[in-house]
């Protein structure tokens, strides 16, 4: 049996440069590029041998790719890190950081020696100073640190470093987000978009992540992605990651070319990646090709090259501190450039390696210092990218998406429900549908800055209803631009909501994924977490920026999707993301009622938490009248915590409900019973602890008193964790009910019959309350 990738029918092209088909570069540009990259080589191992920490190898494998993009090729404006219409380097390989951090002070120092007057404010510099915060704390109290208010940079790459968007380093979440980047670019832009160029190694290509986050990039047409791989080999513990020359890989039996190849993108192969001349041409190829389609750059290199220590061992270890192999390190350095670094003298404390440390960057400020011409070319070269920019500005496509328009004073309100939004007493409605309803309200007010997509189950969570107006299938730049649905890849939670989060983070448009919530909420966690921790980085440096929300729904949440058994019907997925994030990050969403969706939309929204998880059942309901039953309007939801139903003088009891499965099974089979025996209770619902939490804290007591909560019992349908902030007492415990109380799975069956099995269905709810209020 053969095999044969037609790559004609695919419409994609793949290169491989021959070394001989070329011009090479002109020596006096091949001298400064030179110079560059052992200043830089050599700062890698600086940083390394003072911080005893970080990854050196793949910085210094990628650090000629950048070099020729960041100075070549790029159009940006190093004058303004946070212009969104600038070409974007994505460093997906987040364990590159090291090298990232010393390119950008590398570059930082050659303006500031050259063209001092196009550095913006400190905070938007990435100095040489600030190296000295590399793996630090922001509490670090050493001298220098202090001195010059350096900043923490991270030991994977935060949206802290002026020109980064995206919080890296999970594995797989970088290609994922920089896909989401892309996307939304070439959205708003369409053909003048900007170029999103993806920092990625062998290693970093295999998680499942990437896999999906490619076949999405390449299914949407993403011509503006470019993908580079720093062919090195070594892994963490392999240096034979990938299948070559015939010879097996350790981990995958593919190479980076055949992988991204059957994903669909053109692919250039450059044999040598420390050629500059190789490395300029692939990269002036690339840009060339005119197919729709996205494009990857292999480059074959060497992890640590030049290092002393090759391969894996260099991935996250260098030289000791200040050893003989370190001192080794240097002398390229010094004796090319006639310079000399200082040796470590005296005890080793944080006082005396900050010194040191120092010491050895004002080595690296000295060679650009002493090397004029050189610095002068590379800093001409930094100078014309911001002309290119200028020259050629990157404005929106005609009627373009726009998402501020959702945040305008009295755009939107959770008091003032669209009609689309409005459901009759009696009708039948779902919670989904009802999401998708007030999602597509959105979109209409915004000309359709809301992308959606969901792990092959747009209809059924309602997703696609959210593209109704403006267009059916999958968004494409040239065949379905219109269309606001984008695909996914197939079934791939993993990476949509890296996806979206990328989407998110320009602040053009809002990234929404769905699945189910027992699958999507695990998930989505990491990426929900990086695109926290870059939004609030992303404020160290702009304090103005609010947050970028992207949309996580949980669908088909819970017990009521019993039919399809307790692999897609179970309640863990509220606490994966519940309570579970700091700060402003998360807000999660448990509507009862279809007519909550609006309210608690509308209102999270505008409270604009980086994250928003919705969690909505599959079943339809019928809309009760509340007025008419004594119970709190949907718009009483906003608060989070609210007294669904008020007892008539001293209550009987109180009675906590979470979850759409309970609060009906009690208003439809419990609230009747109520009635008849004359039970006098108070009823609270919990419709998001996150909205709760953002109120005053004397609002909290007052809505939700710790009486209550001392007092109180509860009935869940999501996981006993999820009951302890709101029931404090033993006795209210031993009364609590949710759906594993009994120590078991639910079996399948339709949603009344799970909650029955559960214990929880009206009558057991009855009987269950009865006994509570007669102990009291």
């Known amino acids: 049996m053969t095999f044969e990738l037609n790559l004609k029918d695919r419409g994609i092209e793949f290169i491989s440069l021959e070394p001989a088909s ?54 940006y404006d190093i004058s303004n890190p946070m212009d969104r219409t600038a070409d974007i380097i994505s460093y997906a390989a987040g364990h590159k950081a090291l090298g990232l951090y010393a390119m950008w002070a590398c570059r930082n120092e050659i303006v500031k020696q050259k063209a001092p007057e196009l ?23 050493t001298p220098l640190f202090r001195e010059f208010n350096s900043k923490p940079l991270d030991g994977h790459p935060t949206p802290q470093t002026p020109f980064v968007w995206l919080s890296t380093g999970p594995s797989g979440v970088g290609v994922a987000g920089s896909v989401g980047l892309a996307l939304t670019l070439k959205d708003m832009h369409g053909e003048n978009a900007p170029n999103v160029h993806v920092i990625e190694g062998e290693g970093g290509m295999t998680p499942g992540r990437v896999a999906e986050a490619v076949a999405s990039a390449a299914s949407s047409g993403l011509d503006n992605l470019f993908f580079h791989v720093d062919w090195n080999q070594s892994s963490i513990d392999s240096d034979r990651v990938t299948r070559e020359d015939g010879e097996p890989g350790d981990y995958v039996q593919w190479d980076p070319c055949e992988f991204l190849l059957v994903h669909g993108f053109n692919v250039l192969y450059v044999p040598d990646g420390f050629d500059f001349s190789q490395i ?20 074959r290199t060497v992890k640590g090259w030049q290092y002393g220590i090759e391969g894996r061992k260099s991935h996250g270890g260098g030289h000791k501190f200040y050893s003989e192999e370190y001192l080794k390190t240097l002398q390229p350095f010094e004796e090319k ?32 210092e002493s090397n004029p011409a050189m610095t002068r070319q590379l800093s001409g070269w930094i100078i014309e990218s911001k002309q290119r920019l200028a020259a050629s500005p990157r404005k929106f496509r005609s009627n373009a998406p726009e998402l501020g328009k959702l945040y305008e004073d009295g755009a939107i309100s959770p008091l003032e429900r669209p009609e689309s939004c409005t459901y009759e007493t009696g009708s039948s409605q779902t919670l989904r549908g009802s999401l998708g309803h007030a999602l597509n309200h959105v979109n209409r007010l915004t000309n359709g800055a809301v992308l959606a997509a969901a792990a092959d189950l747009y209809g059924s969570t309602n997703i696609a209803s959210i593209s109704a107006g403006f267009g059916s299938g999958f968004w494409h730049p040239a065949r379905n631009p219109e269309s606001r649905l984008f695909s996914a890849g197939g079934i791939t939670e993993d990476a949509m909501g890296g ?51 992207f949309v996580v729904v949980c669908g088909h949440a819970g017990v009521k999707t019993g039919e399809d058994g307790p692999t897609h019907a179970e309640p863990q997925a509220l606490q994966v993301l519940q309570e ?40 339809s309901e019928i809309m009760v009248d ?12 906003i608060k989070g915590v609210y007294k669904l139903l008020s007892a008539n003088g001293k209550p009987d009891g109180t009675v906590i409900y979470q979850g759409s499965d309970v609060a009906y099974a009690f208003v439809t089979g419990v609230l009747p019973r109520l009635r008849e025996k004359g039970v006098n209770l108070d009823v609270y619902y919990v419709a998001s602890t996150e909205l709760f939490d953002r109120l005053e804290q004397q609002e909290r007591s007052e809505i939700y008193p710790f009486s209550t909560a001392s007092s109180a019992m509860m009935f869940s349908g999501f996981t006993v964790a999820t009951t302890y902030r709101w029931i404090m007492s033993q006795r209210g415990r031993e009364y609590t009910q949710y759906p594993w109380k009994k120590g078991y799975f639910l079996g399948s069956g339709t949603g009344d019959v799970c909650l029955e099995q559960a214990g929880m269905h009206p009558e057991a709810q009855w009987k269950t309350i009865q006994k509570f209020i007669a102990g009291k």
């Open 626 to 637: 509340r007025d008419a039953l004594g119970l709190a309007p949907p718009e009483a939801s």
């Open 580 to 619: 579970n994030f700091p700060g402003d990050t998360m807000i999660t969403l448990t509507p009862w009622d279809p007519n909550d969706l609006w309210p608690l939309t509308a209102e999270a929204l505008l409270q604009r938490p980086a994250v928003l998880a919705p969690y909505v059942t599959r079943p």
């Open 119 to 141: 550095l913006p404010e400190v905070s938007q510099q990435l100095r040489l100073e600030d190296l000295l915060g590399f793996r630090k704390n922001p509490i670090t109290k």
């Open 22 to 75: 070329y011009p090479s570069i002109p020596a006096e540009e091949l001298d400064s590029l030179e110079f560059l990259d052992l200043c830089y080589r050599t700062l890698c191992g600086v940083m390394f041998n003072h911080a005893s920490s970080g990854h050196p190898g793949g910085s210094i494998s990628s650090g000629r790719i950048v070099e020729s993009l960041l100075f070549n090729q790029m159009n």
């Open 337 to 368: 450039l006639g310079l000399k670094f200082p040796l470590f003298a005296g005890e080793k404390n944080p006082k005396n390696i900050e010194k040191a440390y120092y010491d050895s960057l004002l080595t690296i400020r000295r060679a650009f």
């Open 280 to 299: 300029r041409e692939a990269q002036k190829q690339a840009q060339a090709i005119n197919n729709g389609r996205p494009t990857g750059i292999v480059y």
């Open 499 to 549: 996806i979206c989060s990328g989407i998110a983070t320009m602040g053009y448009e809002m990234g929404v994924g769905s699945s189910y919530g027992a699958f999507i909420a695990p998930l989505n966690t990491i990426c929900a977490k990086t695109h926290g921790i870059g939004q609030q980085t992303l404020r160290h440096r702009a304090p103005g920026e609010p947050n970028r929300t």
